[in-house]
C-alpha cells in the first residue's frame, strides 16, 4: 500500500493516542469523518493498522525484572525453528521473541518478577525449549526508552 501524507499523518495521531475518536481524528488530519473512517479502514485492511490495546507496564504489574535471553539451537532446520517457536508462544513471560542473525538464533525478552520468579522461568520454561543447546541471559538494569511505534516519517505526518 502506498502512503501519503494524510495517512502518516493518521498513524501519527493514533500513536500518540489509539483511543481517538473518528471525528477528533478527521479534524486532526484535516478530513471529513466520512473520509477519515474510509482511509482507517483501508489502513487496517491492508494490514498497516495491525490492531489496537493497551500499553500495559511490566513493572505496575510486579514484573519488575527485564531479561535479554539468547539461544542457540541445534540446527536451523524449518522443524527445529517451528518446534522451538510452537513451545516460545507457550510460555507467558516471554513478551518478545526474534529469529537472528549472527551468533544466536534467537533473543528473547522475558519478565519475571525478579530473580527467583527468572530462575524458575529459567529452570521450567527456557531449558525446556525443544532444541536448545545454548542460552545467555542478560538483566536490564534500567529501561532508558521503550519506543514501540517506530516507522512513521514525523516530516510528513507534520507536513499534513
Not at 128 to 135: D, G, Q, S
Request: with cysteine.
Amino acid at each position: 500500500m502506498q502512503l501519503d501524507t494524510i495517512d502518516y499523518a493518521i498513524l501519527n495521531a493514533l500513536q500518540k493516542d489509539g483511543r481517538l475518536a473518528n471525528a477528533s481524528l478527521a479534524e486532526k488530519v484535516g478530513l471529513s469523518a466520512s473520509a477519515c473512517s474510509r482511509r482507517l479502514d483501508t489502513l487496517e485492511k491492508s494490514g498497516v493498522i495491525r490492531g489496537y490495546y493497551a500499553r500495559v507496564s511490566n513493572k505496575q504489574l510486579g514484573h519488575n525484572l527485564t531479561a535479554i535471553v539468547n539461544l542457540s539451537l541445534s540446527g536451523q532446520f524449518t522443524k527445529t525453528l517451528n518446534e522451538f517457536e510452537a513451545a516460545v508462544k507457550r510460555c507467558p513471560n516471554i513478551v518478545v521473541c526474534y529469529l537472528m542473525s549472527g551468533e544466536y538464533d534467537y533473543t528473547l525478552h522475558v519478565v519475571a518478577k525478579d530473580l527467583a520468579d527468572y530462575e524458575r522461568i529459567h529452570r521450567d520454561w527456557l531449558t525446556a525449549l525443544p532444541h536448545v543447546v545454548k542460552i545467555n541471559s542478560s538483566f536490564a538494569l534500567r529501561e532508558v526508552i521503550d519506543r514501540p511505534n517506530v516507522g512513521i516519517d514525523a516530516d510528513l505526518a507534520r507536513s499534513v
